[in-house]
Every structure is written in C-alpha cells, then in structure tokens.
C-alpha cells in the first residue's frame, strides 16, 4: 500500500484507541450498576463505544511482528502487541487495578469478496472482566465492510454480547432489519437483551445509531450517547520519552508518519519500504536458522478447531511512558 493511502497511525494504536480514546468514561461504569441488568447495559454502552466512523480511502500501517502500543489513561493501562503478520493477529490487554477490571483481546479478520464489497469477519477472543462483580463478558465484533461500488466503507452484520454468570445475552445487528421486518439504515443498531433460559421473551428492545444521539418518543432508556463519548477526545502525549519502547508503534513508523504530514510522499515510500525490507530480511534469518519468533508479553496458540487464542504473560499491565489526560 503506497503512503498515499496510508493515514500517519498504525492498526495498533487504531485498536488502543478503542479502548483508551473516549470522551465518557463508560469502561469504569460498567461497575457502578447495582443489578447484573444495569451493568449488561453499561458494558453494551461501552461495546458501542468501539465502533468508529471510518474514512473511505485511506488505512493505518499494517502493524510489524513483535510491534507494541503501550498507553495509559488514568489507572487503566493497554498493551497491544502483533503477534503474527500472517496471518495478521493483534492481542490486547487492559487493566485496571483500581477499578479492577481487565480486557482481554485477541482478534485477526478473515475477509470474503463477494461482488462489489469486501466484508472482514473480525475472529477471536473478547472478553471484560469485571473482579468485583464475579462476571466475565464476551462478544465478538461486527463485521468490516468496504463497498467498491458505490465507494463507502463502515460496520454490518450480527453480532452478540454475553456475560457467563448471569445468562444476560444481546444480539445486536448493524444496519439490518428490525424485529418487526423495517430495514435500519447503515449505522443503525437493532437488537435486544434476553435470558439465555427465554431468548424469544426480550427484556429489552434495542434501537439506535452507534454513531449519534436519538432521541424518541415514548417509554425510553437512554444506553448510549455516541456524541458524548467519541467526541472531544485527547491525544496521547509522551511523558516519559526514554521509557518508551522500541518496538512501539510510534516509533517503528515515525519517519513514515512525519514524512505523509509533510506530503513527502517520495521520501514516506522511501521509508516504509525499508521497514518492510528489514522484516522480510528478519524472517529469512530466522528460517535459515529455523527459528520460531515468540512473543514478548502474549503466549499464542491456534487449533483448527479454535482459531487463535492470546493470553497475557503478566497478570497486570504497567504504567505506561504515553497517556492521555481524563476528560474533565
């Protein structure tokens, strides 16, 4: 991919920016709620939360092996690591030791074409724990859709969040079609809470946008204001610059990065190729000496019949050298 079509960020900090980059702190108040309900619909709120707007024509970098993003924003501190290039696989973990909870990513896309769209499933682990509730939360992740005709990318397809201990499930859908048969428009949300015991009895109807604020008529609870919570976000900034890694994003694609700022593209492609060369002269060495690369902070394992699994090799993730100030 030439830097033209490149934004100055990699997949890593895209992924990191997930978690750590929002306006309302909606990932602590999933522990406020008094009732295993109340806190289903903070963490849904908080899943919302994940889905951005997309920019049609440009992409971050394709993260390195072995490249890191270390963050922290308040007591919560990320870690994101590339722990395969192919096929591409990105782990992530969080924690938060005041607020005791932890995140735990592990995610690849498998991309179908079918016509005029490319549509990437994004497989994997996720999972929220939340320690002092005793409740573990996993959902997966809808799916990438990039239109060729007409030209547009964004979110679609079905997906779900479950917490293990308390049966609470939601099956969301993303510009789909409601439950009584009324199509949605492309940043719509559908979907409903129910027991696992009575899924055809919802506790809940879910209708909305990820990407704004509506308000309706009627008996009403408002989950989730997108407006408030992906708007006025900070940037990380370096605190602590001989503590940062070496293999950290920002420094692995700076020159790439100050190179498209500047619109050097000839000295941007320049230097985005001799990072690529150095990786294809790394994974000659190390098949020549058939050596295995293994991860620094993630063990990683894949069955045919799992895909691929992440766990982190440290229970808590560290302060990091980059953070982003809390919103006031």
Same mark, same amino acid.
């Given at each position: 991919?030439?830097?033209?079509?490149?934004?100055?960020?990699?997949?890593?900090?895209?992924?990191?920016?997930?978690?750590?980059?929002?306006?309302?702190?909606?990932?602590?108040?999933?522990?406020?709620?008094?009732?295993?309900?109340?806190?289903?619909?903070?963490?849904?709120?908080?899943?919302?939360?994940?889905? @951005?707007? /997309?920019?049609? #024509?440009?992409?971050?970098?394709?993260? =390195?092996? &072995?490249?890191?993003?270390?963050?922290?924003? $308040? !007591?919560?501190?990320?870690?994101?690591?590339?722990?395969?290039?192919?096929?591409?696989?990105?782990?992530?973990?969080?924690?938060?030791?005041?607020?005791?909870?932890?995140?735990?990513?592990?995610?690849?896309?498998?991309?179908?074409?079918?016509?005029?769209?490319?549509?990437?499933?994004?497989?994997?682990?996720?999972?929220?724990?939340?320690?002092?509730?005793?409740?573990?939360?996993?959902?997966?992740?809808?799916?990438?859709?990039?239109?060729?005709?007409?030209?547009?990318?964004?979110?679609?397809?079905?997906?779900?969040? @479950?917490? /293990?201990?308390? #049966?609470?499930?939601?099956?969301?859908? =993303?510009? &789909?079609?409601?439950?009584?048969?009324?199509? $949605? !428009?492309?940043?719509?949300?559908?979907?409903?809470?129910?027991?696992?015991?009575?899924?055809?009895?919802?506790?809940?109807?879910?209708?909305?946008?990820?990407?704004?604020?509506?308000?309706?008529?009627?008996?009403?609870?408002?989950?989730?204001?997108?407006?408030?919570?992906?708007?006025?976000?900070?940037?990380?900034?370096?605190?602590?610059?001989?503590?940062?890694?070496?293999?950290?994003?920002?420094?692995?694609?700076?020159?790439?990065?100050?190179?498209?700022?500047?619109?050097?593209?000839?000295?941007?492609?320049?230097?985005?190729?001799?990072?690529?060369?150095?990786?294809?002269?790394?994974?000659?060495?190390?098949?020549?000496?058939?050596?295995?690369?293994?991860?620094?902070?993630?063990?990683?394992?894949?069955?045919?019949?799992?895909?691929?699994?992440?766990?982190?090799?440290?229970?808590?993730?560290?302060?990091?050298?980059?953070?982003?100030?809390?919103?006031?």
């Amino acid at each position: 991919m030439p830097p033209t079509f490149n934004m100055p960020k990699s997949q890593l900090q895209c992924y990191g920016e997930l978690v750590y980059c929002v306006g309302d702190d909606l990932l602590n108040k999933c522990n406020i709620g008094e009732s295993p309900i109340e806190r289903f619909k903070a963490v849904l709120a908080w899943n919302f939360s994940t889905l @951005r707007p /997309l920019i049609f #024509g440009v992409v971050p970098y394709n993260p =390195i092996l &072995g490249e890191t993003h270390h963050v922290s924003k $308040g !007591t919560l501190n990320v870690l994101v690591e590339q722990v395969s290039h192919h096929p591409s696989v990105t782990a992530l973990y969080a924690t938060d030791e005041k607020e005791n909870i932890q995140l735990l990513w592990c995610q690849y896309p498998v991309a179908k074409f079918s016509g005029t769209l490319i549509e990437a499933e994004t497989r994997g682990k996720r999972e929220l724990k939340l320690m002092n509730h005793k409740e573990t939360y996993v959902m997966n992740s809808p799916n990438f859709i990039l239109k060729l005709f007409p030209p547009g990318v964004g979110w679609g397809g079905t997906y779900q969040v @479950r917490c /293990l201990e308390t #049966g609470l499930e939601a099956e969301l859908t =993303i510009g &789909g079609r409601s439950f009584v048969g009324l199509r $949605g !428009t492309p940043k719509s949300i559908i979907g409903k809470i129910f027991h696992s015991s009575s899924k055809n009895e919802p506790l809940f109807d879910i209708n909305g946008h990820w990407d704004r604020y509506d308000l309706k008529s009627g008996e009403v609870d408002v989950l989730y204001n997108a407006k408030k919570a992906i708007s006025g976000l900070k940037t990380p900034i370096v605190k602590d610059p001989k503590g940062v890694w070496q293999s950290e994003s920002g420094v692995v694609w700076r020159e790439v990065s100050q190179c498209i700022m500047e619109k050097n593209w000839a000295k941007a492609g320049e230097a985005k190729k001799d990072i690529e060369e150095n990786q294809r002269m790394l994974m000659k060495e190390r098949k020549s000496k058939s050596e295995t690369w293994v991860p620094k902070y993630f063990s990683v394992s894949y069955s045919k019949e799992n895909g691929w699994d992440c766990s982190p090799l440290q229970k808590t993730i560290p302060p990091a050298p980059i953070v982003v100030s809390l919103n006031n």
